[in-house]
């Protein structure tokens, strides 16, 4: 079990997010260059990061065991989504819909990776690839809905279905299922680009923070997310799987990426779709601070449990 990789990964978050503060407080980037920052990553490079990390093998030695941890991870998005709809009744529009997505959509896909490896070695990242398959077309469909505001059907099924990273979801799902493989030219190209992404969004969240403080982070409304997203959900995860006896890997497995902060994209869309991004940011940098102490935790009970 490396925790060490745990701690080393916030620091790096961390420091890229400081890297936005001080490019925003001296001068050098203002406050209007956030939207570019925000089209840019929803455009380009989150679309090349998806594409990227479908690329994977498959065996049928390890079919079963996919196909059990896509049933939890299914699972698990329902009962955020069911939670979010009855949490999240009353309140502003703009915090209500943010405090929604931020329920439904953690930081599985970045912070998660990296946790699934450190902890679980390969097999953790390639188990945790799969995971993200649902967790990634929830974020950009009806994650992305919650930022849309009140739409007819259609239009609503538009917007999600042209949005560029759903599109690269389903181009991910095809380059995976029918292992199509790409010029190397291109892979090259789209893992550059995929690797961009989180740097741009932690520097993103560092000039919100240069404009906005720190004054605001710990409030009561962040502290209450921070307790159902960091322990409320993965524990009911846990106890799900220990009464259901999913296999000890599966279980683990779920339970740290149902611990994963909030998602760093929820910054971002609150800047695209007119949200409080302010607040946004707030719930992000603080459930992504106290997961230092909390992700560790989750670590050392899924050690003890296995």
């Known amino acids: 079990m490396n925790l060490k990789q745990l701690f080393n990964l916030q620091f790096l978050m961390f420091a890229e997010m400081a890297a936005g503060y001080c490019l925003c407080r001296f001068h050098v980037l203002k406050p209007k260059d956030r939207s570019v920052f925000s089209k840019a990553v929803i455009s380009l490079f989150l679309p090349a990061n998806i594409i990227a990390s479908f690329d994977m093998p498959l065996s049928k030695e390890v079919l079963q065991d996919f196909l059990q941890i896509i049933l939890v991870s299914v699972f698990i998005h329902i009962f955020c989504m069911i939670l979010a709809e009855l949490l999240y009744r009353n309140g502003a529009e703009d915090r209500k819909n943010t405090l929604k997505f931020a329920t439904v959509c953690s930081n599985a896909g970045y912070l998660g990776n990296a946790v699934a490896e450190g ?18 077309i929830v974020l950009w469909s009806v994650g992305v809905s919650y ?9 609503t099924l538009r917007k999600i279905i042209t949005h560029p990273c759903i599109i690269a979801v389903a181009i991910g799902l095809i380059r995976m299922i029918f292992q199509i493989p790409l010029p190397d030219m291109i892979d090259g190209t789209l893992t550059s680009l995929g690797r961009c992404s989180t740097p741009l969004i932690m520097i993103f969240l560092g000039m919100i923070l240069a404009e906005s403080g720190f004054s605001s982070m710990i409030t009561k409304e962040t502290m209450k997310y921070a307790l159902l997203r960091l322990l409320i959900i993965p524990a009911a995860v846990l106890g799900a799987c220990l009464i259901v006896h999913i296999d000890p890997l599966v279980t683990g497995l779920s339970v740290l990426l149902a ?18 991004v302010r607040f946004a940011a707030d719930i992000v940098v603080s459930s992504t601070l106290l997961s230092i102490a909390v992700l560790p935790l989750w670590a050392i009970v899924l050690n003890t449990v296995g």
Request: a negative charge; charged letters at 15%; glycine letters at 12%.
């Open 119 to 136: 902890v679980y070695g390969e097999t953790g990242m390639l188990y945790g690839q799969i995971y993200l398959i649902p967790v990634r």
């Open 147 to 155: 930022f849309q505001g009140k739409a007819d059907l259609k239009t």
């Open 259 to 276: 611990a994963m902060p909030a998602a760093s994209t929820t910054a971002v869309l609150a800047e695209q779709y007119g949200a409080d």
